[in-house]
């Protein structure tokens, strides 16, 4: 059983910056690979980045490469997202996962964080 507790979201101008926080609990969590994922209103969850912990390979969505960056604290058991350079179309719900391998749609994970909000605007 893995838990997950995200943090850090909040109200950013266009052209900001922001670090969101996932918070990782689970006898076997550094086994698994770690996802972001967001969900804007009226839409489908999105694949936004990936981490395995154990090597800390990264895996990144098209449309925040170059942008985002996810990150890992083995010895604290948190992954990090910091996202630059955020546009409007950023905004959503930003929710951690875990999963047994490197997956890129969201039902193939099996651990969801409760999500937080992120809203660019001016």
């Known amino acids: 059983q893995v838990q997950l507790a995200e943090s850090g979201g909040g109200l950013v101008q266009p052209g900001g910056s922001l670090t969101v926080s996932c918070a990782a609990s689970g006898r076997t969590v550094n086994s698994y690979v770690m996802g972001w994922f967001r969900q804007a209103p009226g839409k489908g969850r999105e694949f936004v980045a990936a981490i395995k912990w154990s090597g800390g390979n990264t895996y990144y969505a098209d449309s925040v490469k170059g942008r985002f960056t996810i990150s890992r604290d083995n010895v604290k058991n948190t992954v990090y997202l910091q996202m630059n350079s955020l546009k409007p179309e950023d905004t959503a719900v930003y929710y951690c996962?875990?999963?047994?391998?490197?997956?890129?749609?969201?039902?193939?994970?099996?651990?969801w964080g409760q999500g937080t909000q992120v809203t660019v605007s001016s």
């Open positions: 996962a875990a999963a047994a391998r490197v997956y890129y749609s969201d039902y193939e994970y099996s651990y």
